[in-house]
C-alpha cells in the first residue's frame, strides 16, 4: 500500500524573484541602523564572554581547570614548597606554588568549563574583547596579562535584598569594627595618660 502525496500547485514562474524583490523594497525603506564601533562601544550585556581573567591569589594548581578544558589551551606549572610548622611540635606541611598560568586564546572556545569547575573562584569572565593581535604567539596570556584583566571583571549582581549577608563580608567587618575598637581604646588611654601627666 502506497501514501498518495497531495497534488502540488503549479508555480507561476517568476514568484520566487518577486518575493525576493519584496524583501528588497521593504529593506530599502526602513532607516539604517550603524554602529560606530571604534569610537562608540557598544552595551554588552552583563554575562558576557570575552576575556578570562586569573585571581591569582586564589588560585590552589588543582589542575582542574587544565584536565577539564577540551582544548587544553590552558598551561599550568607549579612547584612545591615546605612550609614551616605553626606551632611547635607541629609537623612540616608542603604546598603548591604557582610559576606560570597561561591561556592560549587562540585554541580556547570560550565554552566556560574552566570557569565553572574551578573549586576556589580564581577564574572569571571578563567583558573585554578588544585584545586581537597581529601575531598569534601573542593570543597565549601569561599570568601576569590574565591578572590584568581581573580589573575589568565587572561586580557580582546584588544579592536579594532580603538575603542573609555573606559569612565573609560579616567575618571581615567584625573583624574592621574590632579594629576600630581597639585603636578607639588606645586613643582613648593615651589622652587619659597625657591628661594624668598635665595635672
Known amino acids: 500500500m502506497t501514501a498518495s502525496l497531495p497534488p502540488s500547485r503549479p508555480r507561476i514562474p517568476g514568484s520566487g524573484l518577486a518575493k525576493g524583490l519584496a524583501v528588497t523594497l521593504r529593506t530599502m525603506t526602513r532607516r539604517s541602523h550603524t554602529a560606530q564601533y571604534p569610537e562608540v562601544q557598544p552595551e554588552l550585556p552583563p554575562r558576557s564572554r570575552g576575556v578570562i581573567g586569573l585571581f591569582e591569589e586564589n588560585c590552589t594548581v588543582c589542575m582542574l581547570c587544565a584536565r577539564e578544558c577540551p582544548d587544553w589551551c590552558i598551561y599550568i606549572d607549579s612547584h612545591k614548597e615546605t612550609v614551616p610548622a605553626a606551632a611547635p611540635g607541629g609537623r612540616e606541611r608542603s604546598r603548591n606554588v604557582l610559576d606560570r598560568f597561561a591561556i ?7 565554552c566556560g568549563i574552566c570557569i565553572e569547575v574551578c573549586p576556589f573562584d580564581a577564574l572569571f569572565w571578563s567583558p573585554e574583547f578588544e585584545y ?3 601575531d598569534i ?19 557580582p ?6 538575603a542573609e549577608e555573606p559569612k565573609e563580608l560579616a567575618a571581615a567587618r567584625k573583624a574592621v569594627e574590632k579594629q576600630a ?9 593615651s589622652g587619659t595618660a597625657e591628661g594624668g601627666d598635665a595635672q
Open 104 to 110: 592560549d586564546f587562540s585554541l580556547c572556545m570560550y
Open 132 to 134: 586581537a593581535e597581529t
Open 137 to 155: 604567539h601573542e593570543l597565549t596570556h601569561e599570568r601576569d596579562k590574565l591578572r590584568e584583566w581581573m580589573w575589568t571583571v565587572p561586580e
Open 157 to 162: 549582581p546584588a544579592l536579594d535584598p532580603r
Open 181 to 189: 575598637a581597639a585603636e578607639a581604646a588606645a586613643r582613648a588611654d
